[in-house]
């Protein structure tokens, strides 16, 4: 059972919890490619390399034949858990079955876990077949003593462009931000009123729908060293998340702890950066 529980035991009045402040949802599962019902370890991501057509200069030549570029990325899965247990006793202690908030609390931990996993593979290496992949200097833009600025912002839409990787190719762009950042584009002096009135920033103090060609999402959850941040902007083709189980959730008696109740939650997920084209890492100064 919880080693903390008897904190929730009470005199006559409580009847029931309150969740502390955390994030209880996953921000950016929506934000990336699902591949769902993934069986055994791993499934690979099979990518079609970039053709290039010749000029036929010769009556009556050959057809040619020329070879089509291919490459593999794999998503490995991972299995994550959350558990407990709630004494019988306890419930007569509390006044209230703490059960169902339990299991709320442990949906909530791994809805986290799937934006640390997404998070990972953004900046992280890529198992290919010829091992594994880096994001390349290319696909980063240094800290240079400053926050996430709107100078950062238009550089990395221009990466995209560059890429093909933008709107134009059809992708959907999406920035991850934190409160440091936002906290820096607000008191950005170089920002227009109409920057600020795309963005609703004025009205909210917060970055909703898109604004500089991005879908804003925030994350507390961005890595960081020192005092750098990473924030991580992307196209929704360019990282997959694998799934072989979604959250399950299990509540019953245990007949080897007095058949008192158990109550215990898992998924089974993976997460794979399929082009380095397609992401860029963003270090914003995070004092």
């Known amino acids: 059972m919880s080693q903390q529980i008897t904190e929730a035991f009470v005199q006559q009045f409580a009847d029931n919890f309150m969740h502390v402040a955390q994030q209880a949802t996953s921000r950016l599962e929506s934000t990336v490619t699902l591949e769902p019902n993934i069986v055994g370890m791993s499934k690979s991501v099979n990518r079609l390399g970039q053709r290039t057509a010749t000029r036929r200069t010769q009556r009556h030549g050959d057809t040619p034949i020329n070879d089509q570029p291919h490459s593999t990325r794999y998503v490995d899965l991972y299995d994550w858990e959350d558990g407990d247990m709630v004494d019988d006793q306890d419930k007569i202690r509390m ?15 791994l809805n986290r876990a799937k ?70 584009i607000l008191a950005d002096t170089t920002l227009t009123s109409a920057d600020f009135l795309a963005a609703q920033m004025l009205q909210s103090g917060t970055l909703k729908g898109k604004w500089m060609g991005f879908t804003w999402v925030p994350s507390e959850r961005l890595p960081k060293s020192g005092a750098t941040r990473f924030c991580y902007a992307y196209a929704k083709s360019g990282v997959v998340l694998g799934t072989g189980a979604d959250i ?18 898992k998924m089974s997920i993976g997460s794979v950066r399929v082009e380095e084209e397609k992401v860029v890492e963003i270090a914003a100064n995070d004092p």
């Open 95 to 109: 006044l209230v079955d703490p059960t169902s908030d339990y299991v709320k609390a442990m949906v909530s931990s």
């Open 115 to 184: 934006d640390d996993v997404i998070i990972s593979s953004l900046g992280g290496s890529s198992r290919a077949t010829t091992g594994g992949i880096i994001l390349p200097a290319s696909q980063k833009i240094a800290v240079g003593g400053t926050g996430l600025t709107k100078t950062k912002i238009i550089q990395a839409k221009k990466m995209f462009r560059l890429n093909e990787a933008d709107e134009e190719g059809g992708e959907e762009l999406f920035m991850v931000y934190h409160a440091q950042a936002l906290n820096d």
């Open 248 to 265: 399950q959730r299990n509540v019953g008696p245990d007949p080897g702890k007095g058949f008192n109740v158990r109550i215990y939650a």
